[in-house]
Structure formats: C-alpha cells, structure tokens
C-alpha cells in the first residue's frame, strides 16, 4: 500500500518561511504527479501546488493555485521519494493543514476527486 507522510508544519510569523516534506512509502514518486493541497477550518480542501511526472510533453512541470504563485514552490526528490513544498512570504490566510496526494491515472484536473494516497496533513499557522 501506497503511504504519504507530510511534515514541516509549525508556527510562523507572517512574512517567515517554511519548508513542508511529503515522504512517500509503498510507491516509488518518480512516475506520478504529486500535488498539495491545504484545509482551513470551515473551508473547502483547496489545490495549492502540483508537480508532474517526466514525459515528453510534462517534464516535472509544476502548476500554482493563483493565491500562492510567486511564493510557493513544489519540488521533488525521487532518489528520496520525498516531495517538497517551499512557502515564502507566508501570510494569515495561508494557515491551515497541508496535504500531499498522489494525482491519478487519466485525470488532469486539480480538484480533491482526482487525487488520492492522502497523508493525514500537516498543520501550518501564520501568526502577526
């Protein structure tokens, strides 16, 4: 079975800078595009970041919610099977519990249906 460990979490101030890992188990990382997502109280589990697979056409491209473009990064590591998620410039609103997922087969979509080997998250506070 396929198992996702998210870590990094913390309590930062704003304008401070956090690094999250995603280390995954039971799946090597290097064939599938790995995403973040992240869940405020009361909200909607939200799309942050992806990061897909080598091919001809998707070399590891990476993709950004427009509210986190420019201060977020998503990397990866396959040799460490371990998928990253660098945040800069962090802000209140960006407080909540970030998840790593696995994107499925066939679907090209950033919605919460079409990832899944979820982790169980990793709590993110931005203070003032």
């Known amino acids: 079975q396929v198992q996702a460990i998210e870590s990094g979490g913390g309590l930062v101030q704003a304008g401070g800078s956090l690094r999250l890992t995603c280390t995954v188990s039971g799946r090597t990382i290097r064939s599938d595009a790995w995403g973040w997502f992240r869940q405020a109280p009361g909200r909607e589990r939200e799309f942050v970041a992806l990061i897909d697979y080598w091919s001809d056409t998707t070399d590891y491209a990476t993709d950004y919610a427009d509210s986190v473009k420019d201060r977020f990064t998503i990397s990866r590591d396959n040799a460490k099977n371990t998928v990253y998620l660098q945040m800069n410039g962090l802000k209140f609103e960006d407080t909540a519990v970030y998840y790593c997922?696995?994107?499925?087969?066939?679907?090209?979509?950033?919605?919460?249906?079409?990832?899944?080997?979820w982790g169980l998250g990793t709590q993110v506070t931005v203070s003032s």
């Open positions: 997922a696995r994107r499925l087969n066939g679907r090209y979509d950033y919605t919460t249906e079409a990832f899944g080997n």
